[in-house]
């Protein structure tokens, strides 16, 4: 297990507001704060045995008037992307994983140990999430929005120096990463979508939405969708008492109503600690939320009308390549198996082991060249 102290952080200056309170957090009515973020990772990331080094990456302030804009503020504070960095052996790809929405970089603490033996792991916390800066979410549209993540994680890209590397995105990471190296392709060796985001319009299932938004209920939904009402706003209103809020849920959907693997008592305990955190902590990258999607989660600028040309079924397990010509990127995209597997949304969580046989099996070429024609693992079907 490795030693918190193996995690070190580089010092970085914050405002008082952000880091400390007058009232003990027993006090407060969310009792939360940055630290209390970093401190719950660093617990959580403590079930690890590969050692890492984490790191605030300082990616610059971006103000009006200056080239780096992609957050819209007027403020000059700089703005810093949580980093976490696994040892591994000298000249191994680079694995750089994104999280989904609601969800950071510690959600992948199943999959670091066994990934690390074969890449150099870099897990962030997307600006506004997690443990990187939160600044206040100010743009009104699509493009602003996706620029916001976009032009931040390149940005970070440029301060680790990195390049030639492989991308993974889960969920609305997905989107991002996706969005990213077609911003971006001379940088990406290789994209991994899991359980992807964006992929489908409204317009692609217009029928169903459409009668929903004409019921009460639809209306209400809707409503709320439209004034930007998420889910971590029901756990901050609840003060105190969200805390238990989460520990249900994570009880019940990596527990009880587990489509996998279930967490034992310690990764129970721990992911629920640092859920609570990451999400009653201040609103920022939520926010995004009605300007990536229309209501009932469909794509206002959908992946599948700018490149790919297959919707990825997060509930079946198929491995299908597509080559974009003017790209040159090879995308491989790994839902959980039909048959055999254990494995939802999370199937990272809820398949650590098929996960990783997926995600090697993807970058074989990577690992080793001689293994490029190597037949499919056990339990995964081509398509």
Not at 222 to 232: R, V
Not at 246 to 265: C, D, I
Not at 317 to 342: A, D, E
Request: net charge positive; aromatic share 12%.
């Amino acid at each position: 297990m490795a030693d918190e102290t193996t995690a070190t952080a580089t010092a970085t200056k914050r405002k008082s507001s952000t880091t400390r309170s007058l009232w003990p957090s027993v006090l407060r009515w969310i009792p939360t704060s940055t630290n209390h973020i970093i401190a719950a990772e660093k617990r959580l990331l403590s079930l690890i045995k590969t050692p890492y080094t984490q790191e605030q990456v300082n990616i610059g302030s971006g103000p009006p008037g200056s080239k780096v804009r992609w957050f819209r503020s007027t403020s000059d504070e700089s703005r810093f992307i949580n980093t976490v960095t696994f040892d591994s052996k000298e000249d191994s790809p680079t694995l750089v994983m994104i999280h989904g929405y609601g969800a950071s970089q510690g959600f992948f603490f199943r999959n670091f140990d066994a990934l690390a033996k074969h890449f150099r792991v870099i897990a962030i916390d997307q600006l506004g999430w997690g443990g990187s800066s939160r600044p206040d979410f100010t743009c009104k549209s699509t493009e602003e929005t996706e620029a916001w993540f976009i032009d931040s994680f390149e940005e970070w890209r440029k301060a680790k120096n990195l390049s030639n590397f492989i991308l993974l995105g889960h969920s609305f990471g997905g989107y991002i990463a996706a969005k990213y190296a077609l911003k971006h392709p001379e940088h990406i060796k290789h994209l991994i979508l899991v359980g992807s985001a964006g992929f489908s319009s409204e317009t692609d299932d217009s029928e169903r939405p459409t009668h929903f938004r004409a019921t009460w209920k639809g209306a209400l939904l809707n409503h709320l969708w439209e004034s930007n009402f998420t889910p971590q706003k029901v756990i901050r209103g609840f003060g105190p008492f969200g805390p238990d809020m989460v520990r249900k849920y994570t009880s019940a959907r990596f527990g009880a109503y587990s489509t996998g693997k279930v967490l034992t008592e310690d990764e129970s305990r721990l992911l629920t600690d640092y859920v609570y955190h990451t999400l009653a902590a201040k609103a920022s990258g939520e926010l995004c939320l009605k300007y990536i999607f229309s209501f009932g989660a469909f794509a206002r600028v959908p992946l599948l009308h700018r490149v790919l040309r297959l919707i990825f079924d997060s509930m079946r397990f198929t491995k299908r390549t597509v080559r974009k010509n003017v790209l040159g990127i090879v995308l491989h995209l790994y839902p959980p198996p039909s048959y055999g597997w254990k494995g939802g949304h999370f199937a990272f969580i809820d398949n650590p082991t098929g996960f990783h046989a997926a995600v090697l099996y993807g970058c074989r070429k990577f690992l080793s060249p001689d293994q490029d024609n190597d037949p499919l693992p056990e339990g995964l079907i081509s398509a």
